[in-house]
């Protein structure tokens, strides 16, 4: 069963803590993070995110961005992390 983790639109230092955990309670199986109410994305954030997205590859299991937001992907794209990353992900990566 995939599980959705429907992102914050402020992801700043207070929003990691929060997002850390909501990652944690979901590993172990495929999960969809929707980002549609983003509208700002901070660095503690992008590294949590970044950090699931090597985590879920590890462990097997696929974590997929939908619905991004232009303001997240403009701000992903800024902080130099590969667009890529947004789009559909596989185990197999």
Same mark, same amino acid.
């Given at each position: 069963?995939?599980?959705?983790?429907?992102?914050?639109?402020? %992801?700043?230092?207070?929003?990691?803590?929060?997002?850390?955990?909501?990652?944690?309670?979901?590993?172990? +199986?495929?999960?969809? $993070?929707? +980002?549609?109410?983003?509208?700002?994305?901070?660095? %503690?954030?992008?590294?949590? $995110?970044?950090?699931? $997205?090597?985590?879920?590859?590890?462990?097997?299991?696929?974590?997929?961005?939908?619905?991004?937001?232009?303001?997240?992907?403009?701000?992903?794209?800024?902080?130099?992390?590969?667009?890529?990353?947004?789009?559909?992900?596989?185990?197999?990566?």
């Amino acid at each position: 069963m995939t599980q959705t983790v429907v992102l914050e639109s402020v %992801l700043d230092l207070r929003a990691a803590g929060p997002l850390k955990a909501d990652l944690l309670a979901a590993r172990g +199986g495929d999960v969809v $993070l929707d +980002g549609s109410a983003v509208e700002r994305l901070g660095g %503690l954030c992008l590294q949590v $995110l970044l950090s699931a $997205l090597r985590t879920w590859r590890a462990d097997g299991h696929v974590l997929t961005f939908v619905n991004v937001s232009e303001a997240l992907a403009g701000q992903w794209s800024a902080f130099g992390a590969s667009p890529s990353d947004l789009s559909a992900q596989d185990a197999a990566q």
